[in-house]
Each structure stands twice: as C-alpha cells, then as structure tokens.
C-alpha cells in the first residue's frame, strides 16, 4: 500500500517480544529522511544477522528534536515509548512496537514501520472505525497527547488502525488536543471501563509499567497520569474539552 516503497518486509507472523528483541539489538541502517516532520525522522532497516529477520522501522534520534517551549528538551522520543507500553498495557494495540535505542544518529526511538494507506486519515476512515476511534479517545486522554492530528493515524491492509506521533504527550498540564471529539459525554462500555481499570493497577508504583515508566517519564507526569485515569473512572464518560484550544493544526 506504500506506493514509493516495492520492498517492505512481511513481519505480520512474528510474535511481539521476538519483534521487539529485533528493534533493540538489529543492525539499524539509515535509508533516509521520512517527509513532512517537524523533527527529523528516518526510515531505517533493521536486520538480526543471524536469522536474517528484517523489518523497517521509523527512527526518531534525539538529536533531530525540535527544541519546544512547553516540553523538556531532548525528552521527546522517551515519549513516543511511554507512548507504546501505555497502549500496550491497556491490550488495545494501537501503538506500534516503540523502543529507546542507539542509531547512526544517537539514541533514539525506533518504532515499526506500518505500511499503510496514506490517502486515508481520521477524516476518511471514522465512519467505518468508530471502535478503535473510540479507543484511541480515551488513550488520548490518559498520556494527554497534545497533538492527535488526523493524519497521525494509519489502517494498515488488514484493516487495523494505529495511532503514531505521540511525543509531545504525558505532559502535567491540561494539553490534550485531538480531532476526536465525536464522543463527549457518552458512557464508557464494560470493556472501556475494564481496560482503563486494568491501566491503573499496572500504574501501581511497585508493578513494572509503572518503573519502566519512571525511566522514561518524570514523576509528576506520571502522578498527572493516574490523576486522569481516576477522573475518566470516576465519570465513566468520555471526557470533553478544556479551555479554548482543543483542536491541532492543522487538523489533518
């Protein structure tokens, strides 16, 4: 489905941890710079010599970030990973695997390459997804991404969609802005409800999420955290916005 690139590698078989061992110790190879960032942003090949397992991946190094008035400096690609084990954690998958690694550029994020439709966006395709829209509302509120755009989302061929571009998130101020905004007001589900419960035990401070967490985040944003997961238990709603800017721009 990516019509500049003839030769993605099939890695929809491979488990999870075996694809996550592949983005951390892979040889990681530049192929060049990924169009229409704001930070740089690499699509790189990374290969297991020893089983020739390969995969694209998108690498975020540190050194390529923007400097921004509102988030520490060189902090972002930590958040793209917070980003992963909190979607990871909540078992709605829609983050791709996101790791912390060295490259050619430094240390970084590397996150799987999802070969998708690039015509299509939140505008196109909420009609038909409202499910895993409605998911990623209440992910967005949690790790209170700043910047859900609807061109930073994906569907891949099988249908799946996936969120991607979360590092200016998990900040301790109010900043969530998102298109997504369909649902304000509305019940939780059983499995909505479920799944956030489920998020908060893993944020326990003793339970691994929550130190992989502390490597990554610092702790008043993670205390910001929990704060707004109780809030959208305690309502059972979807939440709405605050304040004037609710919106990213430009939208997609």
């Not at 400096?73 to 930590?78: I, N, P, S, V």
């Not at 509120?141 to 571009?165: E, P, Q």
């Not at 101020?173 to 419960?197: F, M, N, S």
Request: charged share 25%; net charge negative.
């Amino acid at each position: 489905m990516t019509d500049h690139l003839d030769d993605v590698p099939e890695t929809r078989s491979v488990d999870s941890e075996t694809m996550l061992q592949l983005m951390r110790c892979g040889t990681l190879e530049v192929r060049g710079l990924l169009p229409w960032s704001s930070n740089y942003t690499f699509l790189a090949d990374i290969t297991d010599p020893a089983t020739t397992l390969t995969t694209l991946g998108v690498y975020k190094p540190r050194k390529g970030e923007r400097p921004l008035w509102d988030f520490p400096q060189g902090t972002l690609y930590k958040r793209e990973v917070a980003a992963y084990l909190v979607s990871a954690a909540l078992g709605w998958n829609l983050v791709p695997p996101t790791v912390v690694r060295d490259g050619p550029h430094g240390v970084g994020s590397v996150q799987l390459f999802i070969d998708a439709d690039y015509d299509q966006h939140y505008f196109t395709l909420k009609d038909d997804h409202s499910g895993q829209f409605q998911r990623m509302a209440l992910f967005d509120a949690v790790i209170n991404n700043a910047d859900r755009k609807g061109g930073h989302v994906l569907i891949d061929d099988s249908g799946h969609v996936w969120a991607i571009d979360h590092g200016i998130a998990f900040h301790d101020e109010y900043k969530l802005r998102t298109v997504i905004w369909e649902w304000v007001g509305q019940p939780l589900d059983p499995e909505q409800l479920a799944a956030l419960e489920g998020l908060r035990q893993q944020l326990e401070p003793e339970q691994p999420l929550a130190q992989a967490l502390g490597d990554l985040l610092y702790p008043r944003e993670i205390k910001s955290m929990r704060s707004r997961l109780e809030r959208l238990l305690k309502s059972g709603k979807f939440p709405g916005p605050l304040g004037q800017r609710s919106m990213p721009w430009p939208p997609v």
